[in-house]
């Protein structure tokens, strides 16, 4: 289709899917996150697979200087960006709100709220200009139904959900469309991050239950995406089969 598509926190699971998906679809691809060396390997394997053009740029989103820097480059490369999908985010931790590490704290509100405010905030004046444009925001079924130990990943996901909200309503006037995207769970690379790198934990979140795939969410928001001008998703809940709620999930053998 040719458009300009921004993902952040493309080196990985959901994003890294979502390259693919939008490159297969002949989309260009704009990707980032902080991994230099996946963001090469995913853009060299995408320009061999499809031809389109991948373009990469290391970036922290929570660094607003370098964010203002990056946004700039990519205008000055891309000219426009037609979908901006803010997707970078983690969990960090999974403990009593009491017990929690306040870097853990700061970091997962930098990332997931401040990252995608300040790309957000430099990307959407192009939008409002060119009167057209697309952003897709990744929450989570943890913007609703708050669980135990993730009560501020949970209001960040929340804070997402109600930022789209505000942001649709500030562009009502205009060939603009925002859509949240909430996810259940998903088997990513996420709770590896949660637990710190902890391979045995974050296995054990996915044991006994048939977990969406990146792709699934993927496609999903390529779906979202090739919505005729006049259609706008404004939010979508996906859940595995075995999901009911935020953290309400059957697992085969359980006790
Ligand atoms: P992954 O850990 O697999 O991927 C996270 C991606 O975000 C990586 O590409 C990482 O890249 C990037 N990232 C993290 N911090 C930053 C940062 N400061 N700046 C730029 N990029 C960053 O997790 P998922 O794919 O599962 O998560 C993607 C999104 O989906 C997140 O917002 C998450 O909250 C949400 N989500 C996940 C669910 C799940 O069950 N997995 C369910 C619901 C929502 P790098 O390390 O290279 O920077
Ligand atoms: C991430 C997935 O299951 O921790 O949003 O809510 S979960």
Do not use: W
């Not at 991050?193 to 969410?217: C, S, T, W």
């Amino acid at each position: 289709m040719n458009r300009n598509i921004f993902i952040t926190g493309a080196t990985s699971g959901i994003g890294k899917e979502t390259a693919y998906a939008f490159a297969k679809n002949g989309d260009n691809v704009i990707l980032c996150a902080r991994n230099g060396e996946k963001l090469k390997e995913i853009k060299i394997d995408i320009d061999r697979k499809y031809g389109t053009n991948a373009y990469v740029f290391i970036l922290d989103v929570s660094k607003y200087n370098d964010v203002v820097k990056t946004v700039k480059k990519v205008m000055e490369d891309v000219k426009k960006v037609d979908v901006l999908i803010n997707n970078a985010g983690l969990a960090l931790g999974l403990d009593k709100f009491q017990d929690y590490d306040i870097m853990d704290i700061e970091k997962m509100i930098d990332t997931n709220m401040k990252g995608l405010l300040y790309i957000t905030r430099q990307i959407l004046p192009s939008m409002v200009a060119n009167d057209e444009g697309h952003i897709i925001n990744i929450g989570s079924t943890a913007g609703i139904y708050a669980y135990a130990g993730a009560a501020v990943y949970c209001a960040t996901k929340s804070a997402v959900k109600v930022l789209s909200d505000g942001i649709r309503i500030d562009t009502i006037d205009k060939n603009i469309k925002v859509t949240t995207v909430q996810p259940g769970i998903v088997e990513t690379n996420f709770s590896n991050v949660r637990f710190h790198g902890n391979m045995e934990q974050a296995k054990k979140v996915y044991e006994g239950i048939e977990a969406l795939k990146p792709e699934d969410i993927a496609n999903t928001i390529l779906y979202i995406a090739n919505q005729p001008k006049h259609v706008q998703i404004s939010d979508i809940t996906i859940m595995a089969t075995n999901q009911a709620t935020g953290f309400n999930i059957y697992r085969k053998n359980q006790k």
